[in-house]
């Protein structure tokens, strides 16, 4: 089992849709939760974080944690087809672990206008 | 304050020859991550480091890798004796907790 899964995608959103990303993990200590975006060729953005069960809001950005079921996910409100990217999941392991950073291997999102 | 910077950019190495890539961390962070990526497929963990200290380098290759961070100057990823495998983009990330993570723009590496 991958320590931090995905859908590879791509995920095909119109434009103005709400995209919904998720991601789950494996290790059930782990504490701290990330979402990156990466265009094509470039390096990954850090756009959210999360530490807490429940939603965490960032202007069009929506984060939420459960951490009983050990997911995480991200939905992207009235997308824009900037928002076309490969958007990263990653999952900090506990200190006990030696807190390593550990990505999931992306879920491709196309807006289309 | 200006970003983790990686240099070289751009890397071309004949087979056989030594690769070294340099990560500055942002300043105040003490953390720094490398992580490896080939085309169309998601960040491959390499190595955690603190100052002076290797925490994790399960994600490394057993030979011809090695990595570094010194008490002063950059984060050095050290590639012995290049394969084509080798070829890929590195990125260096710092943070200042080991929670959020900040990424440098990458060294593309390609082997000859």
């Known amino acids: 089992q991958k320590e931090v899964e995905q859908n590879s995608g791509p995920l095909s959103v119109p434009e103005g849709a709400i995209a919904s990303l998720n991601c789950t993990y494996s290790?059930?200590?782990?504490?701290?939760f990330f979402w990156y975006r990466q265009y094509s060729g470039k390096s990954p953005e850090l756009i959210m974080s999360i530490y807490s069960n429940g939603d965490k809001e960032d202007g069009r950005f929506t984060a939420q944690l459960n951490k009983a079921s050990q997911y995480v996910s991200l939905l992207i409100r009235d997308s824009q087809p900037s928002d076309s990217a490969t958007y990263l999941c990653?999952?900090?392991?506990?200190?006990?672990?030696?807190?390593?950073?550990?990505f999931g291997g992306g879920t491709r999102v196309l807006v289309k206008p | 304050n200006a970003g983790v910077m990686q240099n070289p950019r751009h890397l071309v190495r004949r087979r056989g020859q030594e690769a070294r890539l340099r990560c500055s961390p942002m300043?105040?962070?003490?953390?720094v991550y490398w992580y490896r990526q080939l085309p169309e497929e998601g960040l491959k963990f390499m190595v955690y480091?603190?100052?002076?200290?290797?925490?994790?380098e399960s994600g490394m290759p057993k030979e011809r890798f090695s990595a570094e961070f010194p008490k002063e100057g950059p984060s050095i990823l050290r590639i012995q004796q290049v394969v084509r495998g080798d070829s890929a983009a590195y990125f260096c990330a710092s943070s200042p907790t080991g929670n959020e993570a900040f990424f440098g723009q990458g060294t593309r590496l390609t082997v000859v």
């Open positions: 990653a999952v900090n392991s506990p200190p006990a672990a030696g807190n390593k950073l550990t």
């Open positions: 300043k105040g962070h003490s953390h």
């Open positions: 480091l603190q100052k002076e200290n290797i925490i994790d």
């Open positions: 290790d059930r200590g782990s504490q701290s």
